[in-house]
């Protein structure tokens, strides 16, 4: 399995913007698709982004669709997640997930590698 570690969480104002950036190591990230998810406090883990392996193929919430953007750069093992316009809703801690596959998946059981989680609290 791949080690997943995520970074870049914090606390910002609304309208603000954070990119998180997901690391891996332990195997080449270029095999994975890839995605975001998050977890509010008492709510269950939501879909957020997804991207395919090549990163041409890619699929948002629609919650954060216009806002954030996924990307990945497979010669640095890494996968990001630009946050632009935040709002409060957005408060959460955001994980991302790996599948060794080329296909594009939205779904938390479809993934078989996760990061720990990096807290995003965005302040109205």
């Known amino acids: 399995q791949v080690q997943l570690v995520e970074s870049g969480g914090g606390l910002v104002q609304a309208g603000d913007s954070l990119r998180l950036s997901c690391a891996a190591s332990?195997?080449?990230?270029?095999?994975?698709?890839m995605g975001w998810f998050r977890q509010a406090p008492g709510k269950e883990r939501e879909f957020v982004a997804s991207?395919?392996?090549?990163?041409?193929?890619?699929s948002y919430a629609d919650s954060v669709k216009g806002r954030f953007t996924i990307s990945r750069d497979n010669a640095k093992n890494t996968v990001s997640l630009q946050m632009n316009s935040l709002k409060a809703e957005d408060t959460a801690v955001y994980y991302c997930?790996?599948?060794?596959?080329?296909?594009?998946?939205?779904?938390?059981?479809?993934?078989?590698?996760w990061g720990q989680g990096t807290q995003v609290t965005v302040s109205s």
């Open positions: 332990g195997r080449t990230l270029s095999n994975y698709a």
């Open positions: 997930a790996g599948k060794i596959s080329g296909g594009l998946y939205n779904s938390i059981k479809d993934y078989d590698s």
């Open positions: 991207i395919s392996r090549s990163g041409v193929l890619r």
